[in-house]
Structure formats: structure tokens, C-alpha cells
């Protein structure tokens, strides 16, 4: 049997601008994402918007319920900074209430919750002066963070940073999926390097005070294999491996840039504009623990020298013949990507303590799966836990330090442009009428959580 080590975390993760809803109430500005939906909504899956999401903000007391009735002893999300702290100097007390309300909540459930300060959803004033460009905006989140630690520090004991950096980076300043949608590699440097000082002053702050419990990040590791063991496939998934994961990971668990990273900003000809006391500031503030998103491995090759992409110069995605997918979001399935991590935090990044907070299976039109009884039948998404526990159980069999297990996740959720397209929860959220529905995973869920052993598939 496969026994998970005592006092293993079991819940999910979501965040607030993807479950809370109550988007222009409760006292709550303007996010990166309500501008964008007002702006141009046809971007958006169904033009669903994020006014209403899945309704955390009216339904928290009974979801806090039916985690609990799931099995779960952890949960975590985000708090909003657009709702905490509006115009950036006054703090809004019904938000202060509410968060409250829900940490208590959980806490008196038996339910661990784990908090994080940025989910992608930027306040709004701050975009306008320019977002992660700016250096100002890490001054904005210091302040941020110190308003959190000090309002909800007595009921929180694990806070997090970040959720997947390297995310809005991407997909904002080297695609056009979040805001600004420019292509511009200088500025995604720039826009990368404030966001991890960001992270670094929160840091500072929480432990300069001496806040009770600890504090991390959560970044989405995605192992990157060659396609080969020639040199060059070699290289290739080095450099994606550099950039995608150990761009963030060494710094904040080691205090340190890569030096490859190094290499590539100098070859690029990348301008980094940082001040004087940075680079100590980071060697001096690693987290305490590291929060791993595992959906998908990176298969690549030798990159294109004529390619008008500079990142396709140094490595380029393959398919891989053998490879196990999810066809609805045409990602691929491979669990041992999972254990590779485990043993990659173990063997490179001295068996820091870490946990897996998001590893799930979005699958779009799920009421076919329906039975008669009107429950969803998501076996495939019982598999795909099931296999990747196992390969994760392997890992901590072998000695890296993996203290917990987060499904991505509790109940449907809105997904940036994405909408409900979808549906990765345990649980139905039914859009029509906001009524919840467990689905069958739910309830494996509850066995393996309450039970701290892989139970059979059922």
C-alpha cells in the first residue's frame, strides 16, 4: 500500500480572481483582467467575464463546508490586492473581514489555509504606470505584503508570494494571452527581474518582522527532455530548462542567478536596469519552503538559427511519438515528470521542503460524462491522480522532502481567456444557477485524503 507520510497535506488550490467573483463590489478596483474583459470581451471563451466567477465572495461558508467533506485538511488562494487595498494607501475593511472570515473558517474546519499575494491579477492603476516594467510596482507590492502579514498573520502560517512568475512573463511580454501582449524579450527581462524583487522584498518584510509560520513561492516546473543525446538536443533542453525553470528556482532557493542566464543576457544584449544592494538582498532572503505546479513535461530540440524567434534559436518544441495526451487541452500527460522534480529538488536544490500545489485535468464538456443519478463520472481524472501520486510517492520513497498534494482543483473555475472551457474541479460548478455538484472524483478524493494512502481506483 502506498502510505503517504504523516501529516501530508491533502486539498486543492485556486485563487481569488479565478473563485471569488464580486469583481466590482465589496469595495474591490479594478484588476488587469476587468479591464481587459470591458475592453475587448470577444477575446474571452463565451464572453465570460470575471465579475461573477464561481462565487466564492457569496458562497465561501458552504464551499469551506464541502472541502471539509471532501477530505481536505489544506487549501489554498489568493487574496486580491485590487480588493485589499483599492487605491493602494487605504485599506478596505470589508475585504479585511472577509478574508478573515474565510481563514477562520477553514482553520476552525481543520483545514489548513495557505495564502498567496499574486495570482496574474494586477491592480489596474498599476498597470497603467507601466506594470512589472516599473519598478515602482515592487515598492507597491512590499507595502502590499506588510498590510497582509500584519492584518491575517495571527490565522495564516504558510504564506506564499507568487504563483508561476515566469507565467504572466510569458504570456505577457512574449505572447499576447495576458496583458500587455507586446513581444519583446528586453522588456520580459525587465518585467521578470522586478517581479522576482517583488518577491525578495515580501520575503524581507515577513521575516524582518518576525511573522509566525513561513513563507514561500509556487513556480510551475516543467522538466524539459531532449529529443536526442546529441549535442545540440542536449543544449536545447539545457537552455529551455534555464530559462523557463532555474530563471526563477535558483534565485529563490539559492540566492543566485544561473550562470547560463547570465550568458544568454550578455549574448542577447539585454539591458537589466537593477539598484545597488539587489544582489544581496536576494542571496540573503531564500524562501523557506518551494510550492511545485506540475501539469506537463517540455519536449525540445535544437533550435532554428534562422528563425525570426530569438528563443527559437537556442531550442524548439517537438512532439514525441510515444506521448500521452490530453486532448482537450492538448497537453501531455507524463507522470514520472513528476518524480523527476522530486529527485531534481532533492539532488540540486538541497532537499528543500516542497509540495506539489497544483496538478490537475481540465476536460471540456464533462456532462456527457453524466449518469443517471446526474453525477460526473471523471474516472480519467481519478487515473490521472492516481498515477501521478504513485510516481510522487516513488520520490519521497527515495528521500526528497514532499510534504503535500494540491489538486488544481476544488470547484470549476474561470481560467483568464479560457473562461469554463475546461473544467478541472472535484466539484461542478453549474453556471446557470451557481449550484454545486461533487463530482465522483470528490469523493476518491475524500479516501485518499482521510486515509493518507493511494486507494484503489474505483
Given at each position: 500500500m502506498?502510505?503517504?507520510p504523516?501529516?501530508?497535506?491533502?486539498g486543492?488550490?485556486?485563487?481569488g480572481?479565478?473563485?471569488?467573483?464580486?469583481?466590482?463590489?465589496?469595495?474591490?478596483?479594478?484588476?488587469?483582467?476587468?479591464?481587459?474583459?470591458?475592453?475587448?470581451?470577444?477575446?474571452?471563451?463565451?464572453q465570460?467575464g470575471?465579475?461573477?466567477?464561481?462565487g466564492?465572495?457569496a458562497?465561501y461558508k458552504?464551499d469551506?463546508?464541502?472541502m471539509?467533506?471532501?477530505g481536505f485538511?489544506s487549501?489554498?488562494t489568493?487574496?486580491?490586492?485590487a480588493?485589499?487595498?483599492?487605491?493602494?494607501?487605504q485599506?478596505?475593511?470589508?475585504?479585511?473581514?472577509?478574508?478573515?472570515?474565510?481563514?477562520?473558517?477553514l482553520?476552525?474546519?481543520?483545514?489548513?489555509?495557505i495564502?498567496?499575494?499574486?495570482?496574474?491579477?494586477?491592480?489596474?492603476?498599476?498597470?497603467?504606470k507601466?506594470?512589472?516594467?516599473n519598478?515602482?510596482?515592487?515598492?507597491?507590492?512590499?507595502?502590499?505584503a506588510?498590510v497582509?502579514?500584519?492584518?491575517?498573520?495571527?490565522?495564516v502560517?504558510?504564506w506564499v508570494?507568487f504563483?508561476?512568475?515566469?507565467?504572466?512573463?510569458?504570456?505577457?511580454y512574449?505572447n499576447?494571452?495576458h496583458l500587455?501582449?507586446v513581444f519583446?524579450l528586453?522588456?520580459?527581462?525587465?518585467?521578470?527581474?522586478?517581479?522576482?524583487?517583488?518577491?525578495v522584498k515580501?520575503?524581507r518584510?515577513?521575516?524582518?518582522?518576525?511573522?509566525?509560520?513561513?513563507?514561500?513561492?509556487?513556480?510551475?516546473?516543467t522538466?524539459?527532455?531532449?529529443?536526442s543525446?546529441?549535442?545540440?538536443d542536449l543544449?536545447a533542453?539545457?537552455w529551455a530548462?534555464?530559462?523557463y525553470n532555474?530563471?526563477?528556482?535558483?534565485?529563490?532557493?539559492?540566492?543566485?542567478?544561473?550562470?547560463e542566464?547570465?550568458?544568454?543576457?550578455e549574448?542577447?544584449h539585454?539591458?537589466?536596469?537593477y539598484f545597488?544592494?539587489?544582489?544581496q538582498?536576494?542571496?540573503?532572503?531564500?524562501?523557506?519552503?518551494?510550492?511545485?505546479?506540475?501539469y506537463?513535461p517540455?519536449?525540445?530540440?535544437?533550435?532554428a538559427?534562422?528563425?525570426?524567434?530569438?528563443?527559437?534559436?537556442?531550442?524548439?518544441p517537438?512532439?514525441?511519438d510515444?506521448?500521452?495526451?490530453?486532448?482537450?487541452?492538448?497537453?501531455?500527460?507524463y507522470?514520472?515528470g513528476?518524480?523527476?522534480i522530486a529527485?531534481t529538488?532533492?539532488?540540486?536544490?538541497?532537499?528543500i521542503?516542497?509540495?506539489?500545489?497544483?496538478?490537475?485535468?481540465?476536460?471540456?464538456g464533462?456532462?456527457?460524462?453524466?449518469?443517471?443519478?446526474?453525477?460526473?463520472?471523471?474516472?480519467?481524472?481519478?487515473e490521472f491522480?492516481?498515477?501521478?501520486l504513485?510516481?510522487l510517492?516513488k520520490?519521497?520513497?527515495?528521500?526528497?522532502?514532499?510534504?503535500g498534494?494540491h489538486?488544481?482543483?476544488?470547484?470549476d473555475?474561470?481560467?483568464?481567456?479560457?473562461?469554463?472551457?475546461n473544467?478541472?474541479?472535484?466539484?461542478e460548478?453549474d453556471l446557470?444557477t451557481?449550484?454545486?455538484?461533487?463530482k465522483?472524483s470528490?469523493g476518491?478524493?475524500?479516501?485518499?485524503?482521510?486515509?493518507n494512502?493511494?486507494?484503489?481506483?474505483?
Open positions: 502506498m502510505k503517504f504523516d501529516g501530508f497535506l491533502w486543492a488550490a485556486s485563487s480572481p479565478q473563485m471569488e467573483g464580486a469583481g466590482s463590489s465589496g469595495g474591490k478596483a479594478q484588476n488587469v483582467w476587468d479591464y481587459w474583459f470591458q475592453k475587448e470581451s470577444v477575446r474571452f471563451f463565451q465570460i470575471p465579475e461573477e466567477t464561481s466564492f465572495y458562497h458552504e469551506i463546508d464541502t471539509k467533506q471532501t485538511n487549501f489554498r489568493s487574496i486580491s490586492w480588493r485589499l487595498l483599492p487605491d493602494g494607501i485599506v478596505n475593511e470589508e475585504a479585511v473581514a472577509f478574508y478573515r472570515d474565510v481563514f477562520k473558517r482553520d476552525e474546519s481543520g483545514i489548513k489555509p495564502v498567496n499575494l499574486f495570482h496574474f491579477d494586477m491592480p489596474f492603476r498599476l498597470y497603467e507601466g506594470g512589472w516594467d519598478r515602482e510596482v515592487v515598492d507597491e507590492f512590499e507595502f502590499y506588510k497582509a502579514f500584519e492584518r491575517f498573520g495571527d490565522l502560517e504558510e508570494t504563483n508561476e512568475p515566469i507565467v504572466p512573463i510569458e504570456m505577457g512574449l499576447d494571452k500587455p501582449g519583446d528586453n522588456r520580459a527581462f525587465q518585467a521578470g527581474y522586478h517581479t522576482l524583487m517583488a518577491h515580501a520575503v518584510a515577513f521575516k524582518d518582522r518576525n511573522h509566525r509560520g513561513k513563507i514561500g513561492i509556487i513556480l510551475n516546473l522538466p524539459s527532455y531532449p529529443r543525446d546529441t549535442p545540440k543544449e533542453a539545457m530548462d534555464v530559462l532555474r530563471s526563477f528556482l535558483d534565485p529563490v532557493v539559492k540566492g543566485e542567478f544561473p550562470e542566464l547570465l550568458s544568454f543576457i549574448q542577447e539585454i539591458h537589466v536596469r545597488p544592494g539587489d544582489f538582498l536576494l542571496k540573503d532572503s531564500p524562501v523557506d519552503f518551494l510550492g511545485v505546479n506540475y506537463q517540455r519536449r525540445v530540440q535544437a533550435g538559427p534562422a528563425s525570426t524567434n530569438t528563443l527559437d534559436h537556442y531550442f524548439e517537438y512532439q514525441w510515444g506521448a500521452k495526451m490530453n486532448p482537450h487541452r492538448g497537453w501531455e500527460i507522470e514520472k513528476m518524480y523527476d529527485l529538488i532533492r539532488d540540486q536544490y538541497g532537499n521542503p516542497w509540495y506539489i500545489a497544483e496538478n490537475g485535468m481540465g476536460v471540456e464533462e456532462s456527457r460524462f453524466r449518469d443517471s443519478s446526474g453525477m460526473i463520472q471523471d474516472s480519467y481524472r481519478i491522480m492516481s498515477n501521478h504513485k510516481w510517492h520520490g519521497i520513497e527515495e528521500g526528497s522532502n514532499c510534504y498534494y489538486v488544481w482543483t476544488f470547484i473555475n474561470w481560467s483568464w481567456l479560457n473562461e469554463y472551457k473544467r478541472y474541479g472535484l466539484v460548478l446557470k451557481g449550484r454545486r455538484y461533487k465522483k470528490a476518491w478524493f475524500k479516501a485518499l485524503a482521510e486515509s494512502q493511494l486507494p484503489d481506483l474505483g
